[in-house]
């Protein structure tokens, strides 16, 4: 069955950078666009970035461009999303799933806390 196990999380002070980690299992990775989801306490959760199935495009909501990049890793089935300059408003689980989400297997997500 399709799974996402979403790792790296933690606390960082505001300014600092954090490098959230996805393994995803039981589809053909490469074959799908890919994407990077949070939901902050209240929120409905939201789309924070997507890379296409190669690789050769990203895109990002405004309020993280310029400070977070996805990445992929094809071969190993692997996804990551690199966070800097980090904001008290980015604090959020963080998701991964593919852009058109497999709505029954959502990870269990990872907590990224900016505070200080």
């Known amino acids: 069955q399709v799974q996402f196990v979403e790792s790296g999380g933690g606390l960082v002070q505001p300014g600092g950078s954090l490098r959230v980690s996805c393994a995803a299992s039981?589809?053909?990775?490469?074959?799908?666009?890919m994407s990077w989801y949070r939901q902050a306490p209240g929120k409905e959760r939201e789309l924070v970035a997507t890379?296409?199935?190669?690789?050769?495009?990203?895109n990002y909501v405004d309020s993280v461009k310029g400070r977070f990049t996805i990445s992929r890793d094809n071969a190993k089935n692997t996804m990551s999303l690199q966070m800097n300059s980090l904001k008290p408003e980015d604090t959020a689980v963080y998701y991964c799933?593919?852009?058109?989400?497999?709505?029954?297997?959502w990870g269990q997500g990872t907590q990224v806390t900016v505070s200080s």
């Open positions: 039981g589809f053909i990775f490469r074959g799908f666009d």
């Open positions: 799933n593919a852009r058109s989400p497999f709505r029954a297997s």
């Open positions: 890379i296409t199935a190669s690789g050769g495009f990203t």
